[in-house]
Each structure stands twice: as C-alpha cells, then as structure tokens.
C-alpha cells in the first residue's frame, strides 16, 4: 500500500514508546537477572508511586483495568440484587464488570458538552435496589464528581471512579482516583499511562479494601500463609515486567500530559467552527487521552481524512445500552445516542507535533470550504 504523503497516524505508540527505549532495556535486564517475573520488587514500587501520584493510600496492581472494576465491586460486597448506575457513553467494560459480578448496571444519559456522565440522570435513576455509581473519567477528563458524590451521600451509594482514560486528570485540584472510596486503571498500552501489554490497577485511601481486593486478586490467598485462601479468588496480578516498563512513563507522565494539553489548545485554535471539540469543564484539568469533536456529517469527514493519509476513531459507535449483549437493560438516552452518530477523535498522543496537528486542521479546513 502506497503511502499517503504527509500522513498523520492516529495513535503513534512506536513515538511514545521510543522515548523510554533506554530505560526499557534496563528494566528488561535487570528483571531478567533476579527472576521474580511475578510479584518482583517493580510491583511494590509502581503501586507506591502511583497511590501516591493518586494521591491515594494504596494501589493494587492487577491484570487489567476490568479487573480492577470488578475487583472493586466484589471488594464493596456488590453483586446479585443490587444495582449500579453508569453512564451509556462508556467502554463496554464498564457495565461487563457490574454484570461479572451478579449485579444489574443501570444506564444514564451524559451531559451534551463534556459527554460525562448526568449527575441529575444519576439522582432520577436511583432506586431502592440502587448500591453504586461508577463515574466514567472518559477522554481524560473527570466526571463531575461534587454532584455525583451529593447523591451518593444521599441514598447512602458508593461512588466508584473508572479512571482508565485519565490518567493524572484533576478537578478542583484533586487527582482522579482520590476521590471515590475506590478508583479503576487500565494501562492498556495507548492510554496515557500504558505499558507493554495489558495491565491495571485499584486505587484506593481504604487500606481495608485494599487488603480485600489484594487478597482477592491472589486466589484469595492469606497474607501471612499462601497455603491458606481466606476467600475465594481469581488471578489477577501486574506483571513484574509490566511494573518495571511503568515506572519511567510515571516519572514523566505529567510532562506527556502536558504535551497532550498543548496538542488540543492547537487543535481548538485551528479547527474549523463546524468540527466542535468536547468542553472542559470549569476547574477541569483533562489530559485528552483522546481528541474527541462533534462533526455534521461523520462518514463526509472520514472520507476526507482517509484520502489525506490521517487517522481517526469513533468512541464509541454504538452506546452501551443499546449493545445487543445488553437489551435487557435498554432504555433511550438522547445525549448518547446523537453523540454516537456524530463524534470522532483525532490523533492524539504526547509526541504528536504541531506541524502534525496543522496538517489535520488543515484538511478539515479544506472540506468545510
């Protein structure tokens, strides 16, 4: 395939990754020399250093972000009977974490400018077999968690986050996974934090919940004797590679954000009216771990964009509560069912230049003229 010139790829992990090469190959060595390939000193000191980036008491490493919701949950004793409300525009992990665990998710709609989650479609949908709200940090920015935890407080909910695309988000000042009684990562390899493979993480400021789903995660195996399981587990660990492939990109992941925040101011100064980028919303800081507008005429743009040599994703086309695997619970939610006809995410990642993003608004220019 003859490629396009002046192409711009949608997520370039080659770029990203190309930056720690250096420290990679330490890492691999040096693993490869003591062999604790699982539960090796690099665990420990990632989840050290990220609780405390969190701004958390602890974090529990496991095999990938589902997990971590998942662990959480059953961590908090949800499951058959109870509900959980979360918002339609979201990864399909999301509600296959609460149905993993026994327990019923109840779509809501999300606000049209942010496409975050409604806390007044929250408190609509609250009921008595309601026990939590997962609010979805989606394309790197915080959900707006002074409503969400209004409601909580008033029927007694637990608010969990789903932080696996906000990676160092804050809101108000506050980090994302502070603020819930227990925070999702994913460090799927394009997120902003990303490893070498799969992985994720618990965040959480309860040491007792974070015992729990420590304990649940290793086969529900004791503490102070692995031969003795105190409940029963699942396998759900970080890698000691993975944990050793982190630690730099924690070192420096404030700086890729930044890189990423630089990237969309470009973006919104040159884009032309008719291709609307997603709110921030006030004392909001996103980390764009995606690039999402709002176009006209979808499949018009992508045409274009294919023809120039760019990338582009659509997150997500089809809502949650309209999935085929998810009829039982479908409802009509306005917001997130226009928001799937209409918005696309650019390319966007930490190393993507400016002459890059120019090139993108520059063929979006040329279709709106």
């Known amino acids: 395939m003859t490629e396009v010139p002046n192409s711009v790829p949608f997520l370039d992990l080659a770029s990203v990754n190309a930056v720690h090469q250096h420290e990679y190959e330490i890492a691999w060595k040096t693993v490869l020399q003591h062999q604790c390939f699982v539960g090796g000193p690099e665990v420990e000191k990632f989840e050290e250093g990220f609780a405390a980036y969190c701004d958390a008491t602890s974090c529990v490493g496991v095999a ?4 971590a919701l998942e662990l959480i949950l059953t961590g908090l004793g949800i499951g058959r009977g109870d509900e959980v409300i979360v918002p339609a525009n979201t990864f399909i992990a999301t509600a296959e974490a609460v149905c993993a665990v026994g327990a019923r998710p109840r779509f809501v709609d999300v606000l049209r400018d ?7 479609a929250v408190a609509a949908a609250v009921t008595p077999d309601t026990a939590a709200v997962i609010a979805v940090h989606l394309f790197g920015q915080m959900a707006d968690l002074d409503g969400l935890t209004a409601v909580c407080r008033r029927h007694g909910l637990a608010l969990i986050e789903d932080a696996s695309q906000a990676h160092g988000a804050r809101l108000h000042g506050r980090r994302a996974g502070s603020v819930g009684v227990a925070a999702a990562f994913s460090f799927y390899p394009g997120k902003n934090l990303g490893a070498l493979g799969d992985g994720g993480a618990v965040v959480t400021g309860d040491t007792t919940l974070a015992d729990r789903i420590r304990m649940r995660a290793n086969h529900g195996r004791a503490a102070v004797n692995r031969h003795r399981h105190d409940q ?14 982190l630690i730099p990109k924690l070192a420096e992941l404030d700086s890729a954000n930044l890189a990423r925040r630089r990237a969309m101011e470009r973006y919104r100064r040159q884009l032309p009216c008719w291709c609307q980028p997603l709110a921030v919303a006030p004392m909001a800081e ?5 690039a999402v507008v709002w176009t006209p005429d979808r499949d018009a743009v992508i045409e274009k964009l294919d023809g120039a040599g760019i990338g582009w994703g659509v997150h997500y086309p089809i809502p949650c509560h309209v999935q085929p695997a998810y009829r039982d619970f479908t409802e009509f939610l306005p917001v997130a ?8 995410s650019l390319p966007m990642y930490p190393t993507i230049t400016d002459a890059q993003v120019d090139r993108v608004c520059d063929v979006l220019c040329e279709l709106a003229s």
Not at 236 to 241: A, F, G, M, Q
């Open 64 to 67: 990938n972000g589902t997990d």
């Open 114 to 120: 942010t496409l975050l989650i409604d806390p007044d």
């Open 232 to 245: 029963r587990g699942c396998n759900s660990r970080l890698d000691t590679l993975q944990a050793a492939m």
């Open 286 to 290: 996103s980390v764009h771990h995606l």
């Open 337 to 344: 069912e226009i928001a799937a006809k209409h918005i696309l």
